[in-house]
């Protein structure tokens, strides 16, 4: 497969160790070397597998902490890795129930609510790609999947409603993350899955937005529009907020780029208003 | 090149076996805290078109990029090179990365933060981002690529 100058049996055995590292017990940020060497697995072999396979073998549900990393590994190779990586995703949902499960109520550090709550938004966006198969697990833009949905305005709107709803989830997990901060303590675990949260939040945004605006284009009666232009609306709001907080801790912002929106919405009747970038 | 380092690269080159091509790379892209020069690079852009030397240069290219981090200046220096080699160098240069964007791409998130406290990653994550971007927008790189090659052209006195 490979056109990079790879070598299985290293990749494999390197890539247990890679899992188990960015899995450790540390209250910290899961290792992104450790990290990026999963993501680039996948592209290099076109599969997953082995990556699942070692996140079970590992001790990691007696620990909050290790399972709660694992839960950032796994979001960040469905959104960064091969696309393969999403569909084996889709067999792995019991393994992702079992995680939710074994955390005693709210566990010893907190991360008890955080768990459910990120497996509960794992399994929507595992679902969400289920339906639809042409988005890649980042939401990065392509103009021609907007395209497909304008066609058809039943199948746009449905898509749409679906995007707003992952949106809503990914509102509402970022808010309890936020509420699990601890004064006095390093937040940087938590902090760290914020990092996918804001990158995937901001891919979908971009992608209502020029859905849309087609959308608007398209149609003679915009009145059926109104509900989903209403929704965007507050939407628009709740994110601005979300970028603000994020936009506050500097270890964030030394990691990523966080979106700054305007004061309002876009006009989504302004057919030749750009994308936000 | 006076430095311990270059001493042990020289001597890493001759003892591993690193071909002419590879040796190249890895100079350019060496721990010293100077940037590659404009003669290595362009060097390095003439060698990719013969396609021996390509695949040989490509094979350091990415042990550098996935270098540790600690080593981020092989990385950031390798970024240096291949910014360089996609506006310079062969076709097969644009083909290879567009075909493993990932390797880059994965940058972005690159960490490094060195004993003084400074933030030594944040070179490799926006060069990477630049890099990706560039990938990304073929039109963009067709026209970067054909200009430089027209400026080159006329500066070699051959081009209309």
Not at chain 1, 242 to 265: A, R
Request: aromatic residues 10%.
């Amino acid at each position: 497969y490979p056109t990079r100058p790879v070598d299985k049996d290293k990749a494999e055995a390197e890539l247990t160790i890679n899992i188990k590292k960015a899995t450790s017990p540390e209250e910290t940020a899961p290792k992104q070397k450790h990290v990026r060497k999963c993501i680039v697995y996948t592209w290099d072999y076109h599969s997953s597998l082995s990556i699942w396979t070692g996140l079970r073998v590992q001790p990691i549900l007696s620990d909050e902490v290790q399972t709660f990393k694992a839960l950032i590994v796994v979001h960040k190779v469905l959104q960064e890795g091969h696309p393969i990586s999403i569909k084996e995703g889709q067999g792995q949902t019991s393994w992702l129930e079992t995680c939710a499960r074994t955390v005693s109520s709210d566990g010893q550090k907190g991360y008890g609510a955080l768990i459910r709550s990120y497996v509960s938004f794992i399994l929507s966006k595992l679902r969400f790609h289920r339906s639809h198969p042409e988005f890649n697990g980042l939401f990065e833009y392509e103009e021609y999947v907007s395209l497909k949905g304008i066609d058809d305005p039943n199948q746009g709107y449905e898509t749409i409603t679906d995007l707003m709803n992952l949106q809503d989830q990914i509102e509402s997990f970022q808010k309890l993350i936020f509420a699990h901060f601890r004064h006095s303590a390093n937040n940087e675990c938590r902090i760290s899955s914020l990092v996918p949260l804001v990158k995937e939040s901001y891919g979908i945004y971009r992608f209502i937005t020029s859905m849309l605006r087609a959308m608007y284009r398209r149609t003679d009666d915009q009145d059926v529009l109104e509900p989903l232009r209403s929704r965007y609306n507050s939407q628009h709001y709740s994110l601005r907020k979300f970028y603000y907080e994020c936009s506050n801790l500097k270890y964030l912002t030394g990691l990523i780029n966080v979106p700054k929106l305007g004061q309002d919405p876009p006009n989504l009747l302004d057919s030749g208003g750009a994308v936000p970038d | 090149h006076d430095s311990a380092s270059s001493f042990k690269t020289a001597t890493q080159n001759y003892t591993k076996g690193y071909s002419d091509a590879q040796a190249k790379v890895r100079d350019a892209t060496s721990n010293d805290p100077w940037g590659p020069s404009g003669t290595q690079m362009n060097e390095l852009a003439e060698l990719t078109y013969n396609q021996q030397d390509f695949v040989e240069i490509m094979e350091i290219l990415d042990k550098r990029l996935n270098d540790k981090g600690k080593n981020w200046r092989h990385a950031f220096k390798s970024l240096i090179v291949l910014d360089y080699l996609l506006h310079a160098g062969s076709e097969n240069v644009v083909l290879y990365f567009k075909d493993n964007i990932y390797v880059v791409k994965t940058l972005k998130e690159f960490q490094y933060i060195d004993e003084d406290g400074k933030d030594q990653g944040a070179n490799v994550r926006q060069k990477a981002k630049d890099i990706t971007n560039l990938l990304m927008d073929e039109s963009r790189l067709r026209e970067q690529r054909r200009s430089r090659a027209h400026m080159r052209d006329r500066m070699l006195g051959e081009g209309p």
